[in-house]
């Protein structure tokens, strides 16, 4: 089934004060079905933010429309968004995004706390993912007492908590070194194997490996895609270096 439908995405900068446009989005289509790992790549400047942000409903839309279930993302009434928001998706950001003076819990809490969820709910709900997520020793620590690779498990610990229909995740690793990006990556594949849907927009191959399908963005529309298949993950990273050269060298496609 169809989770979230990309229809013609335009985005359209307007400078402030020269009235200058950039258009970081021409016309975007693809979509993604419930269940699936997709990674979103490009080059710097190629629109993957804007397009992050817009499915997020943090930005509007030039043209074109985004529909999570089949519903349309402009319709949600403005009161109803930040609701919307926190009760359907689920973020992952490079800097984590915690908040240190709460414990490390009361982090992962907070959107059934915002959603006036009852304290047994939330209790209940807890114990399983940071259980799952190994992280279940430090649930009383500050985010200053524990290291990024857990930092980023607490981050994605509060994003499953409500139960979203999809996880946004952007540049996921990017703060965290090899180590603990390998551990990230293959926490997020075993997340997705228990059927969540996650989008993700990374610049590294070896993340973007551990999905099942990589889109291409080049010039704000979808270039190019792949899926893993039956690739081994070194073989599908290779796939991946493959395409990257191709968009950077702006050559035509290989495949
Ligand atoms: N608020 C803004 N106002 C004007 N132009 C913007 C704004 N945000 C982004 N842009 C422009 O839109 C285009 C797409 O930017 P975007 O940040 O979406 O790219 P990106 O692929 O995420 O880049 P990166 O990989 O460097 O994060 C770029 O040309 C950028 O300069």
Redesign the pocket.
């Known amino acids: 089934m169809t989770l979230l439908e990309i229809k013609n995405l335009k985005k359209v900068?307007t400078?402030r004060f020269s009235n200058q446009q950039?258009e970081?989005l021409a016309a975007v289509n693809f979509s993604v079905e419930e269940g699936e790992f997709v990674s979103i790549m490009?080059e710097?400047?190629?629109?993957?933010?804007?397009?992050l942000n817009i499915i997020s409903t943090l930005d509007d839309a030039t043209g074109g429309e985004v529909f999570l279930d089949g519903q349309p993302l402009s319709r949600i009434k403005d009161r109803e968004v930040s609701a919307f928001r926190r009760n359907t998706l689920g973020f992952v950001f490079q800097d984590f995004n915690l908040l240190d003076n709460f414990t490390i819990k009361d982090n992962i809490l907070l959107p059934l706390v915002l959603s006036k969820t009852p304290v047994a709910e939330m209790e209940a709900r807890l114990t399983p993912v940071v259980r799952n997520l190994g992280i279940e020793a430090h649930i009383n620590k500050f985010p200053y007492e524990v290291s990024g690779g857990q930092k980023q498990r607490v981050a994605v610990a509060r994003a499953l908590i409500t139960q979203p229909k999809i996880i946004l995740a952007d540049e996921p690793t990017g703060a965290l070194d090899s180590k603990a990006s390998q551990n990230l990556m293959e926490t997020l594949r075993g997340i997705n194997e228990t059927g969540q849907t996650i989008l993700m927009v990374t610049?590294s191959t070896r993340a973007a490996s551990y999905s099942k399908r990589v889109l291409f963005?080049r010039d704000g529309a979808v270039y190019h895609e792949i899926y893993r298949g039956h690739d081994s993950a070194d073989v599908f990273m290779d796939r991946i270096a493959q395409s990257l050269k191709v968009l950077s060298s702006r050559g035509e496609r290989d495949e």
């Open positions: 900068y400078a950039t970081a490009g710097s400047g190629s629109g993957k933010t804007t397009l610049h963005i």
